[in-house]
């Protein structure tokens, strides 16, 4: 398990080809320019959120001051300058309407954006992996139970629930804590079926049968040779629930019912920029582009883990293929 | 096959049950007293009291529930005082904003959601076939390439960001179409097609990238089996091959999942709605969360977990029907 979970050391040389599955998948994914790119695009981006504060003050602005004297209140708030106001003070603009700093708006959005996105990650892998295993290890009223709860989570329609959910809690709950709790707890079924599944298939397998034939308890079992097979799959679905979850809470967000004001968030820019197509394009653009890369490149990233670690990947599809033909 | 029908339907009734405890649930967890909601922000103590007699609030939870069930089952009336109002069979009780009965509501959003729907429909099955098929003949070659690549783009894009593009593009700066605002079917066709144009190619690209990939991976599969190998050994053309035999491959999945989207948008495409406006029931859902309608909440999801699981039991029967190896059991 360790081993299968450790950080991919890459030490080419120092490893005979095919040494264990993390570097060999880490061979493989470096060996993928698209995923290589987006993974630095994104260990960029989750660097400058990290460093949000401090950018802010290095920059001199704080995200939520307004700024009266930089947008053209007889004009309806247009941004005072070219691009949206770009200053030296304010790198990317202003807000229109409240001349609030762009720059440190989108910085701060996007710590909203990931930790939103991560967070309901793992709360989404932690809970389908428990529920998936007892599926499949518990008895056999329980394990039906669950497969039964876990096909009626995956038919019901995620952000509608969501939504509904958002109208009912309290308001001075903590938003982003809300959305990571709400996705988490409304998607974990995908994750949950898909662990049922291979543990029923690894179930039966020779080295599980060993291990409890030695005496080994079911959660021992579930611990030390279960996980470890488990492992690979897993990752490969967490990394492409990424994507999904952000482009989840940017959406609720862009409706209004996400992260409140004024909490800055890139959806809920969008849902005001409606307003301001002609006179601060650059209002619309940023925010939309910052969030269509990031979700980019966690869909490619998410991608190329999945090739990575699949072992039948490359082959699978290039059945027929003119490469295959000519081969 | 009854025996799948009538499994597949108690199923679905079983998740709506579910369903409809968790939203009603909803009420419970709600902040503030639903009787102070309904009667609004100017009432008294006592019209409050007579609101909470009126909904019968007053009755233990579960005894709520099941004037609840029975309500949508069969209708039910509420008495307070003098004026007793009745409520049609499936009852969802009234709008706290509009006097109005939350089925009627629904009912009168729901073809606006349902023309978005269709004409997305049209659109995937069109464009993402289309460039399924596509890529699956050029296989290997750069148009592949060119195609996987905006198909993984197109798969991440929130749909809104695409509608603001568009949005931002047409009817902003070359001002091709004014700004979209929604003319029911009923009074002037072409206008209804000519606003609801850009709604359609946003959901109906946003959808596409599914199908393109779909399309693409069925195909492929297909090919690689024996059948195909003889019609090429008796000198079928490659064009033929894809766009004739594979793609039958394609076209299970393709049904079985496009009568789920379907379905989930009938149920209301809450972002596509409310970025241009369309009064359908994802708005409608929208409008209510903002001004804690909860009965029109509640209302909306159970019509959306409705329209979604009667889609996926559809799903499954067109499966069966459109794949000879699948058998219903």
């Known amino acids: ?327 | 096959m009854t025996r799948f029908v009538l499994g597949r339907l108690g199923g679905a009734l079983l998740v709506l049950l579910v369903l409809s405890l968790a939203v009603y649930a909803l009420f419970y967890v709600a902040p503030g007293d639903p009787a102070r909601l309904a009667c609004g922000e100017r009432c008294n103590p006592a019209q409050i009291a007579q609101v909470r007699e009126q909904l019968g609030l007053n009755d233990s939870v579960v005894v709520q529930y099941l004037h609840f069930l029975q309500g949508l089952l069969a209708g039910r009336d509420y008495s307070g005082g003098a004026a007793v109002l009745h409520c049609d069979a499936p009852c969802l009780g009234f709008s706290y904003q509009n006097d109005r009965q939350v089925t009627e509501l629904l009912l009168e959003r729901l073809p606006a959601t349902f023309s978005l729907a269709l004409g997305a429909l049209v659109i995937w099955l069109v464009v993402g076939v289309g460039t399924g098929l596509l890529s699956a003949l050029r296989r290997g070659g750069a148009t592949e390439r060119v195609l996987t690549v905006l198909t993984l783009a197109a798969t991440g894009t929130p749909v809104f960001i695409l509608g603001l593009l568009l949005l931002m593009a047409v009817c902003a700066y070359l001002q091709w179409l004014p700004f979209p605002t929604y003319v029911p079917f009923g009074e002037d066709a072409e206008q209804w097609a000519w606003n609801l144009l850009l709604p359609w190619i946003t959901l109906g690209v946003f959808e596409s990238a599914k199908y393109a990939r779909i399309t693409r991976s069925s195909t492929l599969e297909t090919l690689a089996e024996d059948h195909i190998r003889t019609f090429r050994a008796y000198g079928v053309g490659e064009r033929a091959l894809v766009t004739r035999h594979a793609v039958r491959g394609a076209v299970a999945p393709v049904i079985a999942l496009s009568a789920v989207d379907f379905g989930t948008m009938i149920g209301g495409a809450v972002l596509t709605e409310s970025l241009f406006g369309i009064p359908g029931l994802g708005k409608t859902l929208i409008d209510g969360v903002r001004v804690v309608d909860l009965p029109v909440v509640v209302g909306v999801v159970l019509a959306i977990g409705t329209a979604v699981v009667i889609a996926g039991a559809v799903a499954d029967l067109l499966y069966a029907v459109a794949d000879r190896r699948v058998t219903l059991s």
């Open chain 1, 1 to 327: 398990m360790t081993v299968l979970l450790e950080p991919a050391a890459p030490a080419p040389g120092a490893l005979a080809p095919g040494a264990g599955p993390a570097p060999r998948a880490w061979r493989r994914l470096r060996r993928r320019p698209a995923a290589l790119l987006a993974g630095g695009a994104l260990a960029l981006l989750v660097l400058l959120a990290l460093a949000a504060p401090l950018l802010a003050q290095l920059s001199g602005q704080d995200p939520n001051a307004y700024h009266d004297d930089l947008v053209d209140s007889a004009r309806g708030g247009v941004p005072l300058g070219s691009f949206g106001g770009i200053s030296g003070d304010h790198w990317l603009g202003v807000e229109p309407g409240t001349g609030r700093d762009l720059f440190t708006r989108l910085l701060y959005g996007a710590r909203v954006s990931l930790l939103v996105a991560l967070g309901a990650t793992v709360l989404q892998v932690l809970l389908g992996v428990v529920a998936g295993l007892t599926a499949a290890l518990g008895n056999r009223l329980l394990g039906r139970l669950i497969a039964r709860v876990t096909d009626v989570m995956i038919a019901l329609p995620l952000l509608v629930l969501a939504i509904a959910l958002t109208a009912v809690v309290p308001p001075d709950f903590p938003r982003p804590l809300l959305l990571v709790l709400a996705i988490g707890i409304l998607d974990w079924g995908g994750v949950a079926r898909m662990v049922r599944a291979q543990t029923l298939s690894l179930r039966g397998l020779d080295f599980v049968e060993a291990a409890r034939l030695s005496g080994n308890s079911t959660l021992r079992i579930a611990r030390r040779e279960l996980l470890p097979s488990l492992a690979a799959p897993v990752i490969t679905l967490a990394a492409l629930k990424v994507p999904t979850n952000m482009v989840i809470e940017a959406s609720l967000s862009f409706l209004g019912v996400g992260v409140k004001p004024p909490t800055p968030s890139w959806g809920q820019m969008l849902s005001g920029a409606q307003t301001w197509f002609r006179a601060d394009p650059a209002y619309v653009l940023l925010p939309a582009g910052l969030l269509f890369v990031t979700v980019l490149a966690f869909t490619v990233l998410g991608d190329g883990v999945r090739t990575a670690l699949d072992p039948r990947a490359g082959s699978r599809l290039r059945v027929g293929t003119r490469k295959e033909r000519t081969a």
